[in-house]
Nanobody, 121 residues
């Protein structure tokens, strides 16, 4: 069994900052790419940022310069640091990871339960 658990969501004022950690736990042999997605009310889920095992990153244009993704491989964790937040960043944020549970397994995609981020004055 593999679980991804996000934390750190909440209410923040425009221009503020928030950090979202996500921990992967359970039967894990290897983790490949890890990332963050978000879904605002009435909209489709969209990619926010991705980081490979070696540390290469990709960001959606809408968050470049404001958000930073990082990971701690020994701890099986991924982080999203969000600065200069705007009301349009309001969404449920989901952690995502490609995980092999043992040496004979393929990489499968896993999702966290989501954490609400609300940017409002």
């Amino acid at each position: 069994q593999v679980q991804l658990v996000e934390s750190g969501g909440g209410l923040v004022q425009p221009g503020g900052s928030l950090g979202l950690p996500c921990a992967a736990s359970g039967s894990i042999f290897s983790i490949n790419a890890m990332g963050w997605y978000r879904q605002a009310p009435g909209k489709q889920r969209e990619l926010v940022a991705v980081i490979t095992r070696s540390g290469s990153t990709y960001y959606a244009d809408s968050v470049k310069g404001g958000f930073t993704i990082s990971r701690d491989n020994p701890k099986n964790m991924v982080y999203l640091q969000m600065n200069s937040l705007k009301p349009e960043d309001t969404a449920v944020y989901y952690c995502n990871a490609a995980i092999r549970r043992d040496v004979s397994d393929y990489y499968n995609e896993y999702w966290g339960q989501g954490t609400q981020v609300t940017v409002s004055s």
